[in-house]
């Protein structure tokens, strides 16, 4: 018995995760300084610090698109280029704000069967224009875990950044499902961005149970000068921004940052195996993070929507499931058994390509 019905269009159709609202019910006693001049957001800025193991400048956005834009808009001048996947959210899903509150800075979108950038593929792009008509690459963001549920291993980063030193490029980390890839690689959130050579990333909170908002994390601190009136200017400076920094310290402070992220890990690797061997379900790539992307005959999809289950078919076709902090088992267990009868019917249909 699934009930109440969960649904696995997105993480995001998740609510908020225990820690995280009891942290606004603690923040909401009282009154409070405004506009970031509070306790909860010294807090939250000291437990990144804590958690990173190093003294990085902390700002907070409302959502993944202004985090990322603001942080690209902060590592290029208007006629710089920031290099990115061809599936990369900044891309495809942002509506063009990285460019917008850049004041030009355009993306350069390298091929990607897969979502990953790699060092050859970032080389390509950045030489292969270097004259004075061409925007200058200046900025490589890389989306961690990927748009397709991958994750770059440490090494991968490494020697991506490694690209980008040579090449006079800062490397920008789109992390809106970090924490997940974090409880992949049984890493510290060290390993996965400074040490590795990332100058800027952020840090996603709303996929990770929060009700709202996303941390932007300078590990140059040189980089964040001036981005409070960025973020000001922008519209995303809350004044009650408690709301914002209360549930990141309790996250971070209780670890739930990581073991709910875990959860959703755990529940999109067991659907993967409980549906990998059906007739006709083919699954895109390897599960290595909390989403799960599936190849299917459109009978079948038309099917599981007419079962009332809601997913999105947007990259290569496919059908994704995401799963989050609060996947109840019971669902999950729900859509398989769907997913075993629409297969039983179907059995015969022509796959989707
Ligand atoms: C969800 C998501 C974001 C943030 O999106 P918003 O809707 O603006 O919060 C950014 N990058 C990736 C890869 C995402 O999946």
Redesign the pocket.
């Known amino acids: 018995m699934c009930a109440p019905k969960q649904q696995f269009a997105?993480?995001?159709y998740a609510g908020i995760c225990p820690e995280a609202w009891a942290a606004m019910a603690e923040a909401n006693i009282g009154h409070e300084s405004a506009y970031g001049a509070d306790s909860w957001t010294a807090q939250a800025a000291d437990a990144f610090r804590t958690l990173f193991s190093t003294d990085c400048d902390v700002f907070f956005a409302?959502?993944?698109?202004?985090?990322?834009s603001l942080a690209l808009a902060a590592l290029s001048q208007s006629y710089h280029s920031v290099i990115c996947s061809e599936l990369?959210?900044?891309e495809t899903?942002?509506c063009g704000?990285p460019e917008f509150f850049s004041n030009g800075a355009k993306l350069l979108v390298a091929p990607s069967s897969n979502g990953k950038l790699s060092p050859e593929a970032i080389r390509l792009i950045a030489s292969r224009r270097t004259d004075i008509h061409y925007p200058k690459p200046r900025v490589v963001t890389i989306?961690q875990?990927?748009?397709t549920g991958l994750v770059y291993t440490l090494d991968e980063i490494r020697a991506i950044a490694a690209t980008c030193r040579e090449l006079g490029l800062r490397l920008h980390m789109?992390?809106?499902?970090f924490a997940n890839a974090c409880a992949t690689l049984g890493c510290t959130p060290a390993a996965m961005t400074w040490e590795a050579g990332v100058d800027v990333l952020?840090f996603?909170g709303?996929?990770n149970g929060m009700a709202v908002g996303?941390a932007v994390i300078f590990f140059d601190r040189a980089l964040s000068q001036d981005f409070d009136y960025r973020c000001k200017q922008a519209g995303q400076l809350a004044s009650k921004m408690r709301f914002l920094a209360a549930p990141w310290v309790r996250m971070l402070e209780t670890g739930a940052w990581l073991h709910r992220a875990a959860h959703a890990n755990t529940c999109a690797r067991t659907f993967a195996e409980k549906i990998a061997g059906l007739p006709n379900i083919e699954l895109m790539f390897p599960v290595e993070a909390n989403g799960v992307f599936v190849k299917m005959p459109s009978a079948i999809a038309d099917a599981l929507r007419a079962r009332d289950w809601k997913f999105y078919t947007f990259i290569g076709g496919g059908a994704r499931f995401m799963f989050a902090w609060d996947t109840a088992l019971d669902c999950l267990e729900s859509l398989v058994e769907d997913f075993r009868a629409v297969s039983a019917e179907q059995t015969g249909a022509p796959v989707l390509t």
């Open positions: 997105s993480d995001n409302f959502n993944g698109t202004a985090a990322n990369a959210h900044v899903d942002e704000a989306t875990p990927t748009e789109d992390g809106a499902r952020c996603g709303t996929k996303e």
